[in-house]
């Protein structure tokens, strides 16, 4: 007897078998310890062993043959506030990544990492950084450019400048400089 296949149906199979929904079935590849996401231009790797007494650090590998950077002491993962990228406790790369994020808007939450790294302490920086996006949206609304705006314009500088130092021939230049 053939059974035709329906929504209903799907849905009982469904429960015997769960399905990932897409993200997460690509925040699980590479298990617990090593997320893997694509962006545009190539793939960040983030390994996290510090429930081991290791660190963090993410690489990225890009598509084209240049340069691998090493983003010490930040993972990344997917974070959907409004398909924004966004930095608090790690870098979260916000929806569709593969067309949304490069290297250049990794290098710019990479500095707002070292903003929090240098503030005192992840609830000042998260009020902070909350209110600057806040100040840079309305700034963009307005007709601005919202990596202008000194809090965004900050986090680039400081973040081009963990990859000049460290990676002085890359060629990589972080979202809006």
């Known amino acids: 007897m053939k059974k035709k296949l329906t929504r209903a149906l799907i849905d009982e199979i469904r429960k015997e078998m769960p399905v990932l929904s897409e993200k997460e079935s690509r925040t699980t590849i590479g298990g617990g310890n090593i997320v893997g996401i694509r962006i545009n231009g190539g793939y960040l790797i983030s390994y996290d062993y510090s429930d081991v007494g290791g660190g963090k650090f993410t690489s990225y590998q890009p598509d084209n043959g240049g340069q691998t950077i090493i983003f010490d002491g ?74 202008d705006f000194p809090t965004e314009k900050s986090a680039s500088k400081a973040g081009q400048n963990y990859i ?14």
């Open 164 to 177: 000049d130092q460290n990676y002085p021939n890359s060629g990589y230049k972080a979202e809006g400089l």
């Open 74 to 147: 930040v993972t990344c993962s997917y974070g959907d506030i409004n398909g924004c990228a966004y930095q608090l406790n790690g870098i979260h790369v916000g929806e569709y990544p593969e067309h949304n994020f490069d290297i250049g808007t990794m290098i710019h939450e990479y500095g707002h990492y070292l903003q929090e790294s240098a503030s005192a302490g992840t609830v000042a920086y998260a009020i902070v950084a909350g209110m600057g996006s806040a100040g840079a949206n309305a700034y963009n609304y307005l007709g601005g450019d919202y990596y």
